[in-house]
């Protein structure tokens, strides 16, 4: 179809009169080949695709990926699209020949009247991607199909203003992507600094002028002289109450703490009998995250139940719970409870009874306070500017996506990026 605009039911509005528009199945082929087992050539899943920036993810030596079963085939200059969750926009344009899931299609240029790199565009295009999402099947996991993307039209202007529209994105989105950079890099000092109060506070108090003494624990190394250190086992008990199937069901989300199940992203519906095994979990509990090192322990301010996976524990004597609950979260402690489990290199939930026998430091009931009451005061500050500065990335990505969209819908002049 050719036309010199378009009704605005149509994803990318109205478009130059010298643009023509085109249905995706005559400007580009499915690649339907396949490998089967092992073959020695690079592999891409989608964890290798960055959301809505057509950028590739090369995996590190570190993190060898396993290939099971069928995977599709590409070459290079095929551009590949996510169908699974294709609101996450993971897509790219191959610059070498490789096998990939097959939740990638593999879209091989018909015609050279389409420029590769402008298709990746418009394939990352958020208006793009929500006319895909719409059509998706499947609530838990959402996937688009060929049948409909093949239909979809897209303009299409002169190869000549193609290339211009990609020198143009890949020079606005290069200092966008500085400025994201940057931003990100500030985050991690700030988080840097975060734990860098935490640490010192739960395991040098806040007296600097007290004596210190050697407390027997690499992991800690001094801690004032009058603290004692004992086996954590001493402190906390492990709770197994179950029988609670009516209570609130919570997960232990990294980041987020403790929080109702009902407000995650991904809801799991529970037979009745299951809840029942459930344990309960109530305010100033604390549970131990699976597998996780990154402030693996957390405590709850709610009640409720969790799987029966979790480790659930609590203070069995005096004590202040917040204090404890930053003693967990510092760096000195989850890089010492790591080193004492096996859970980090088998995969399993960090094991209570490795905790249970770590030496920890305590101070008094008063200095506890104190401590859990200038973290928190200090943490105030610092989270709000981390606030502040996601989002203004998350504001320049949207910007990223706006430009993108723009350029190849024919809303930005273009004509002053001259092609090689």
């Known amino acids: 179809m050719i036309g010199n605009g378009l009704p605005l039911y149509q994803w990318f509005g109205i478009i130059p009169p010298n ?59 095929d551009v590949l699209f996510g169908k699974l969750r294709p609101y996450l926009g993971k897509c790219i344009l191959a610059d070498f020949e490789g096998i990939c899931t097959t939740e990638l299609l593999v879209l091989k240029v018909k015609e050279q009247e389409l420029s590769e790199k402008y298709l990746k565009y418009l394939l990352i295009s958020p208006k793009f991607i929500d006319l895909v999402n719409s059509s998706t099947y499947g609530s838990k996991m959402p996937r688009a199909n060929w049948e409909f993307i093949k239909n979809i039209e897209v303009p299409l202007p002169s190869l000549e203003i193609q290339k211009r529209i990609e020198l143009f994105i890949e020079n606005k989105t290069e200092e966008i992507d500085t400025l994201i950079g940057l931003k990100e890099t500030l985050i991690k000092l700030v988080e ?168 920890i430091p305590v101070p008094s009931l008063k200095e506890q306070t104190e401590i859990a009451q200038y973290i928190e005061d200090n943490l105030k500050n610092i989270d709000v500017l981390v606030e502040e500065i996601a989002l203004a990335i998350e504001k320049l990505k949207e910007y990223r996506q706006s430009l993108i969209y723009e350029a190849v819908t024919g809303k930005i002049d273009v004509h002053e990026f001259e092609t090689a």
């Open 19 to 77: 643009w023509e528009y085109k249905k995706m199945k005559f400007l580009t082929k499915l690649r339907s080949e396949k490998a089967e087992g092992k073959p020695n050539l690079p592999y891409i899943g989608l964890e290798n695709i960055q959301s809505k920036t057509g950028i590739y993810l090369k995996p590190s030596s570190e993190n060898i990926q396993e290939i099971e079963g069928t995977s599709n085939k590409f070459y290079k200059n």
């Open 192 to 359: 840097k600094k975060r734990q860098s109060i935490i640490t010192e506070a739960v395991t040098k108090g806040l007296n600097l002028n007290v004596k210190m003494k050697d407390s027997g624990m690499e992991w800690i190394g001094e801690i004032p002289e009058h603290w004692v250190t004992t086996k954590a086992k001493y402190i906390f008990k492990e709770k197994s109450v179950k029988g609670y199937p009516k209570k609130r069901l919570l997960s232990v989300s990294k980041g987020r703490g403790v929080i109702p199940r009902d407000e995650m992203e991904f809801k799991v519906v529970m037979a009745f009998k299951d809840l029942q095994n459930f344990k309960l979990v109530q305010a100033e509990d604390f549970v131990i995250h699976l597998r996780s090192f990154q402030s693996g322990f957390e405590i709850s301010e709610i009640e409720g139940i969790v799987s029966p996976a979790y480790t659930i524990f609590s203070l069995q004597n005096k004590g202040i719970a917040s204090y404890y609950k930053y003693l967990f979260y510092s760096k000195a402690f989850i890089d010492a409870i790591a080193s004492t489990t096996q859970s980090l290199r088998d995969g399993k939930p960090i094991a209570y009874s490795d905790f249970g026998n770590m030496e």
